[in-house]
């Protein structure tokens, strides 16, 4: 009767591979199935961003007019980037004053973000005479 059981020098050849692959095997196995927590570190955003309103005091300007503008957000360490298609804005923030130097329709843009990154962007036109 032929007996299974074999010293280890005794093992046939493939037999002797797949036991050097199974701790190399195992240890894939290990490591591409460990679970990663990458949200373990962020916080989670209780306050989103809303962009309320953009307004301002004045929407029809005289030359050398100047009006406040204003935004109105709520949310997480919000910044505000202001541009318009022309014309000076003095200040920074969530209210700043702007003027222009020739008549036109002008369109004012307010880019509000937040410290999740997010952001929301509201427009105004502005016309001056």
């Known amino acids: 009767m032929n007996s299974f059981i074999y010293s280890q020098h005794q093992l046939p050849t493939t037999m002797k591979k797949s036991l050097y692959l199974?701790?190399?095997?195992?240890?894939?196995?290990?490591?591409?199935?460990s679970k990663k927590d990458d949200n373990k570190d962020v916080t989670p955003n209780t306050?989103?961003?809303?962009?309320?309103?953009l307004t301002a005091n004045d929407t029809i300007l005289p030359v050398n007019?100047?009006?406040?503008?204003?935004?109105v957000a709520t949310g997480d360490g919000l910044t505000y980037n202001w541009t318009a298609s022309y014309g000076t804005f003095v200040g920074s923030g969530a209210s700043v004053m702007w003027t222009v130097c020739h008549s036109d329709v002008f369109t004012i843009t307010c880019v509000v973000k937040?410290?999740?990154?997010?952001?929301a962007i509201k427009t105004l036109q502005m016309h001056v005479n």
């Open 22 to 33: 199974l701790p190399l095997l195992v240890i894939v196995l290990l490591v591409s199935c």
């Open 114 to 119: 937040d410290t999740h990154g997010n952001s």
């Open 47 to 53: 306050n989103p961003l809303v962009f309320v309103s």
């Open 65 to 71: 007019g100047i009006t406040q503008v204003a935004a």
